[in-house]
C-alpha cells in the first residue's frame, strides 16, 4: 500500500488507480476497483493495523499459527476490497465475505464462550446485509443493468424509493457500526475474541458500516438522507451518552473497549448526519 500513498495525486475528487475488469458478464458484474481521498486511507489504516495484528499475536497464538496468520491475512485483504469496490455486488460479496475469517478467528481461538459470541456476530451481521443486497438489485434494476456505484449517484430516484432504499442499507450498515440498539454482538465478540480479533475489530470493521453510509447512503440516497438525519443524530446520540455510562462502570478491559467503540461511532454517524463540512470531517 506504499505506492498507493506515494503516488496518490492530492487536490483531485476523481477515482484513481481504477481497475475494471468483466466478472460476471451475463449480468454486467464487474471487478472494479479504485480508490479516491476518502477510502485511500481506509486501505492504509488496514495494511498498518494488519502488521499489528500479527505482531499482537507472534507469542500469544499456541495453536493453529499458521491458519490464524492465513485468517487476518486474508481478512484483510477483504477489508481493503470493501474499501476499495466500486462494483455494488463486489463490494456485497467482500462486504459478507469479511464474516467468515472473522466468525473463525473468534470461534476457533477465543474465549470460553467463543461459540455463542461468534454464531451472534455472524447472524446479526449477515441478516442485516439481506435487505442491502434487495436494494442494490433494485439500483441496478433502475440503472438500466448497472452496478457500478458512480453510476448510481446519477439516478433520479423518487422520494418514496429514496426512503427505502434508505433503510434497506441502513439495516446492513448500522450493525456494523454497531449503532444502538443493534450493537449487543460488539461487546460478546470482544470479550472472546483473541487480541488481534479485538484489535480488528475496533480499529477497522466497525468502519466498514461508517464507510457504506458516507459512500452509499449519502450520495446515492441525498434527500432521504437528510430527511432521516434526526433519526440518525437522535440514534448516535443514544450511543454516545447512554453506551458511554455503560462503558464506564464495565470491569472487563475488552467489554470497555466494545462499549466504547460504540460511543465513538456515535460521534462519526452524527457527525455525518449533520451535514456540515466539519460534521463530515470530523466523522
Given at each position: 500500500?506504499?505506492?498507493?500513498?506515494?503516488?496518490?495525486?492530492?487536490?483531485?475528487?476523481?477515482?484513481?488507480?481504477?481497475?475494471?475488469?468483466?466478472?460476471?458478464?451475463?449480468?454486467?458484474?464487474?471487478?472494479?476497483?479504485?480508490?479516491?481521498?476518502?477510502?485511500?486511507?481506509?486501505?492504509?489504516?488496514?495494511?498498518?493495523?494488519?502488521?499489528?495484528?500479527?505482531?499482537?499475536?507472534?507469542?500469544?497464538?499456541?495453536?493453529?499459527?499458521?491458519?490464524?496468520?492465513?485468517?487476518?491475512?486474508?481478512?484483510?485483504?477483504?477489508?481493503?476490497?470493501?474499501?476499495?469496490?466500486?462494483?455494488?455486488?463486489?463490494f456485497y460479496f467482500f462486504f459478507e465475505?469479511?464474516?467468515?475469517?472473522?466468525?473463525?478467528?473468534?470461534?476457533?481461538?477465543?474465549?470460553?464462550?467463543?461459540?455463542?459470541?461468534?454464531?451472534?456476530?455472524?447472524?446479526?451481521?449477515?441478516?442485516?446485509?439481506?435487505?442491502?443486497?434487495?436494494?442494490?438489485?433494485?439500483?441496478?434494476?433502475?440503472?438500466?443493468?448497472?452496478?457500478?456505484?458512480?453510476?448510481?449517484?446519477?439516478?433520479?430516484?423518487?422520494?418514496?424509493?429514496?426512503?427505502?432504499?434508505?433503510?434497506?442499507?441502513?439495516?446492513?450498515?448500522?450493525?456494523?457500526?454497531?449503532?444502538?440498539?443493534?450493537?449487543?454482538?460488539?461487546?460478546?465478540?470482544?470479550?472472546?475474541?483473541?487480541?488481534?480479533?479485538?484489535?480488528?475489530?475496533?480499529?477497522?470493521?466497525?468502519?466498514?458500516?461508517?464507510?457504506?453510509?458516507?459512500?452509499?447512503?449519502?450520495?446515492?440516497?441525498?434527500?432521504?438522507?437528510?430527511?432521516?438525519?434526526?433519526?440518525?443524530?437522535?440514534?448516535?446520540?443514544?450511543?454516545?451518552?447512554?453506551?458511554?455510562?455503560?462503558?464506564?462502570?464495565?470491569?472487563?478491559?475488552?467489554?470497555?473497549?466494545?462499549?466504547?467503540?460504540?460511543?465513538?461511532?456515535?460521534?462519526?454517524?452524527?457527525?455525518?448526519?449533520?451535514?456540515?463540512?466539519?460534521?463530515?470531517?470530523?466523522?
Amino acid at each position: 500500500t506504499l505506492p498507493l500513498y506515494t503516488r496518490f495525486k492530492l487536490g483531485t475528487a476523481d477515482m484513481q488507480f481504477v481497475e475494471n475488469v468483466p466478472w460476471v458478464e451475463r449480468f454486467n458484474v464487474n471487478y472494479h476497483l479504485g480508490v479516491d481521498g476518502l477510502s485511500v486511507w481506509f486501505v492504509l489504516l488496514t495494511a498498518f493495523i494488519t502488521i499489528i495484528v500479527v505482531i499482537a499475536g507472534w507469542e500469544v497464538i499456541q495453536r493453529r499459527v499458521n491458519q490464524y496468520m492465513a485468517a487476518f491475512l486474508i481478512l484483510s485483504g477483504i477489508m481493503i476490497g470493501v474499501f476499495c469496490a466500486l462494483d455494488g455486488i463486489l463490494f456485497y460479496f467482500f462486504f459478507e465475505a469479511t464474516l467468515i475469517p472473522m466468525y473463525l478467528i473468534i470461534g476457533v481461538w477465543g474465549g470460553p464462550n467463543r461459540i455463542y459470541a461468534a454464531f451472534k456476530f455472524f447472524l446479526y451481521t449477515l441478516l442485516g446485509s439481506f435487505l442491502m443486497l434487495v436494494g442494490f438489485i433494485y439500483l441496478y434494476a433502475k440503472s438500466g443493468g448497472s452496478f457500478d456505484i458512480t453510476a448510481w449517484q446519477q439516478l433520479p430516484l423518487s422520494g418514496t424509493a429514496q426512503t427505502l432504499l434508505f433503510f434497506a442499507l441502513f439495516a446492513a450498515f448500522a450493525v456494523k457500526v454497531p449503532m444502538w440498539p443493534v450493537h449487543t454482538w460488539l461487546p460478546d465478540a470482544h470479550v472472546e475474541a483473541p487480541t488481534g480479533g479485538s484489535i480488528v475489530l475496533a480499529a477497522i470493521m466497525l468502519k466498514l458500516g461508517a464507510y457504506g453510509f458516507v459512500r452509499f447512503s449519502m450520495p446515492i440516497l441525498p434527500d432521504a438522507s437528510r430527511q432521516w438525519a434526526w433519526l440518525m443524530i437522535a440514534l448516535s446520540l443514544i450511543a454516545v451518552i447512554y453506551v458511554g455510562l455503560v462503558a464506564l462502570v464495565q470491569k472487563d478491559m475488552k467489554k470497555l473497549v466494545a462499549y466504547s467503540s460504540v460511543a465513538h461511532m456515535g460521534f462519526v454517524t452524527m457527525g455525518f448526519f449533520i451535514f456540515n463540512d466539519l460534521g463530515i470531517s470530523g466523522g
